[in-house]
């Protein structure tokens, strides 16, 4: 379904499209699927460093919340048979600490206009139509170029012959697999980080159930679900990344944070320190030198009288 008034964002995303296929049909095959799975995974890349930000912000928030999973727990124990007051006493416990519980939407929102973007891109390019400003020689390159076999804007039911089926679903299966990952991912993290949330269970469905959505891109375009496995290993990158050098909070019996010491990052586990490299010596102790009193003339010691 074709929204009249984002046709400004599809003119952009399809201009965007055309200046990275341009860009890569320099040196490769302008009509190969591997040029345009390049130009797909590309405009990928650059959108999600686009809301990086976000993710920043995002991920910010979240550790906010971490470190007030003490006094969230004493608040859940105080106001346990009432839970207005309870939610009311921890929204503003969050809002005074400048966290946001909704914060983890963000970068979803942010990519939901690209994604409905992309997916009306390439349905023009399937019915072959030149729009939102694409020449019919650059629609005709998209329709025709073939990724292990399938054209980019085919469908799983469109697709005419089982090879193409077999190709579809492939990509449909990975899409389902990263989408779980990342869901796994982000809900163990929460459900450490928060032991008695009354959520807890449903996430867990949620974690279940995530893969199921990916099978809806069957009715996706190859080139549309590409786009998705490609964000979703990005994000599991990502995460991954930010998790490792902000490891979740460690409290005392007190609920006092524990600092933690963040992971190891790949790039120096290749280089493998030495411990030389790892903590520097320390200081030598300055050496303390014992002063003597001097002696005094006998006519100057205490009690003594002179002859």
């Known amino acids: 379904m074709e929204l009249s008034w984002l046709n400004w964002l599809y003119t952009a995303v399809a201009q965007v499209i055309t200046w990275i ?23 990928t890349i650059f959108m999600r460093i686009l809301i990086f930000p976000l993710f920043l912000k995002q991920m910010r928030s979240s550790r906010k919340m971490q470190e007030l ?16 007051r309870m939610n009311q006493e921890v929204m503003a416990l969050y809002q005074g600490a400048g966290a946001n519980p909704l914060g983890g939407c963000l970068p979803v929102v942010a990519q939901f206009p690209i994604f409905i973007s992309m997916f009306t891109v390439l349905r ?19 329709k025709h170029a073939l990724i292990l076999g399938a054209p980019l804007p085919a469908t799983f039911f469109e697709a005419p012959t089982a090879m193409e089926k077999v190709v579809i679903g492939f990509f449909v299966a990975i899409s389902s697999l ?12 929460s459900m450490a980080q928060m032991p008695d949330n009354p959520m807890a269970q449903q996430q867990k ?14 009715n996706f375009p190859l080139g549309l ?22 490891p979740m909070p460690q409290f005392d019996a007190k609920g006092n944070a524990i600092p933690v010491e963040p992971k190891q990052g790949l790039i ?6 030495t411990p030389e490299e790892q903590a520097p010596p320390p200081p030598p102790e300055p050496k303390i030198i014992r002063q003597q009193p001097s002696r005094q003339p006998r006519s100057k010691r205490t009690g003594s009288k002179k002859s």
Request: hydrophobic residues 45%; glycine residues 2%.
């Open 225 to 246: 679900i590409l786009y998705w496995v490609t964000t979703n290993l990005w994000t599991l990158g990502q995460q991954h990344w930010f998790y490792s050098r902000h």
């Open 178 to 189: 990263t989408t779980f990952l990342t869901v796994r991912q982000s809900v163990t993290r």
């Open 21 to 43: 296929h341009s860009a890569y049909s320099t040196f490769l095959d302008p009509n190969s699927g591997l040029t345009w799975a390049l130009t797909i995974i590309t405009l």
């Open 205 to 218: 469905i949620l974690m279940y159930i995530s893969p199921l959505f990916a099978f809806f891109s069957l």
């Open 124 to 142: 023009a390019i399937a019915a072959d139509e030149a729009k939102f400003g694409m020449t019919q020689e650059l629609v005709d390159s998209a």
């Open 268 to 273: 120096a586990k290749i280089r493998k320190t």
């Open 69 to 84: 999973a003490p006094k969230v727990q004493e608040l859940r124990k105080r106001y346990k048979n009432d839970k207005q």
